[in-house]
């Protein structure tokens, strides 16, 4: 396991990229694998951290950057997914009821725009909570209840 750790961080990412487009393509667009991506992918991240010797605080802070980056990858994604298909919004013809969304609002234009926002900003954000919880409780596992604050 700890040659995992040590792989090179390119490779690592070009799995994650990897990994979070396969789990896009699973959900058909719609990134509730990316979210569960964030467990694991904030484990590996903490354990990766962890095994440097630059102290408690050090860890916490790549830990932070790694998952950041990571849900900013998901966002980009999604952004680029579904980005190009908000230009309905603008289109007065523009079917938004039979889009093949569900109608969670009102209207189907509040849907429509409530839709987006879920898939396009507050799923990676779900993403980085998921990664930065399993990292953090990964490290305070690992360091075994020390003062996280000190080193």
Avoid: E, H
């Avoid at 991506?37 to 102290?55: E, H, I, K, Q, S």
């Avoid at 309905?88 to 523009?94: G, I, T």
């Amino acid at each position: 396991m700890r040659a995992a750790l040590r792989w090179n961080a390119k490779l690592v990412a070009v799995a994650y990229v990897f990994l979070d487009l396969l789990c896009v393509g699973a959900g058909m667009g719609v990134p509730v694998f990316c979210i569960l991506l964030g467990f694991p992918a904030g484990w590996y991240l903490a354990r990766r951290a962890a095994l440097d010797d630059g102290g408690a605080r050090n860890a916490l802070r790549r830990t932070l950057l790694w998952t950041g980056l990571a849900a900013l990858f998901t966002f980009v994604v999604m952004a680029a997914l579904w980005g190009p298909a908000a230009a309905m919004l603008f289109d007065p013809n523009a079917d938004l009821a039979n889009f093949g969304i569900p109608m969670i609002l009102y209207t189907p234009k509040a849907s429509f725009i409530g839709w987006f926002v879920l898939m396009i900003f507050i799923s990676p954000f779900l993403q980085w909570l998921s990664a930065v919880f399993s990292a953090f409780v990964t490290l305070a596992w690992a360091w075994k209840g020390a003062a996280i604050g000190q080193g």
